[in-house]
């Protein structure tokens, strides 16, 4: 095609050598998050049946349709709704966004969960769960958790995982299976991205957007559960 420069390779043995190393470490680098995630996640990625028992469920926001969960974010919930109804969790921490009055993911998902039979004391909301780390962070440091089932998609368990690690939550992962429709493929491509930025989130340990003061929500829904501690 006319006025397009292809790239041109390297003459000397020497060029071609120097541009094979660089496109080597290119692909390094870039795998590199994948491989933190990887090796952080370990045995850590269970089904609902198998997971260990924990006294905290957090279920990550996925977005509204007006004013009502998406269907990623009601699969999450119904996959933390089973846990709560076969006692593998005791408490429901749903994190999402709340930056706007007219958009407020946390009370939509606590709404869902109380139609699905889930009592309102045990679901406890974090308004500024703006992305994961926001919500590892925020479930350590100003609801208390220290140990929790993670639930989110399947293509997002990995990071979710990865991430709360590092903000010093104990996790294990359920990840809710999904069609591979469209939606599926933009947010499994959305993790290649995305897994550079939970990367350094992790090494550098930002402060959430928002921290505020510390809560008791979690607390004292599991102070009024029987075989609190457990």
Not at 64 to 79: C, N, Q, S, V
Not at 121 to 141: I, L, N
Request: aromatic share 8%; glycine share 10%; charged share 25%.
């Amino acid at each position: 095609m006319r006025g397009v420069r292809l790239p041109r390779l390297p003459r000397t043995t020497r060029g071609r050598r120097r541009a094979v190393r660089a496109l080597v470490l290119g692909a390094v680098l870039a795998l590199m998050p994948a491989t933190w995630m990887h090796l952080s996640t370990g045995d850590r990625l269970r089904t609902a049946a198998d997971v260990p028992a924990q006294d905290v469920a957090v279920v990550f926001g996925a977005g509204l349709w007006k004013g009502r969960p998406t269907p990623y974010l009601a699969h999450r919930l119904d996959a933390a709704a089973e846990l709560y109804r076969t006692g593998k969790v005791k408490v429901l921490l749903v994190t999402g966004d709340n930056s706007r009055t007219e958009y407020d993911e946390p009370s939509a998902m606590r709404k869902y969960l109380a139609e699905r039979g889930v009592p309102d004391g045990k679901v406890v909301s974090d308004y500024a769960g703006f992305d994961t780390w926001d919500s590892c962070v925020r479930a350590k440091k100003i609801f208390g958790v220290d140990r929790a089932v993670l639930v989110t998609q399947d293509f997002h368990i990995k990071r979710a995982v990865a991430l709360c690690g590092a903000a010093g939550v104990e996790s294990y992962g359920v990840g809710v299976a999904e069609p591979h429709d469209a939606t599926w493929y933009y947010g499994t491509t959305r993790e290649l991205a995305a897994a550079g930025k939970a990367a350094l989130d992790a090494a550098t340990r930002p402060d959430p957007h928002f921290l505020g003061a510390r809560e008791n929500g979690v607390a004292k829904a599991l102070a009024a559960s029987p075989g609190a501690g457990r």
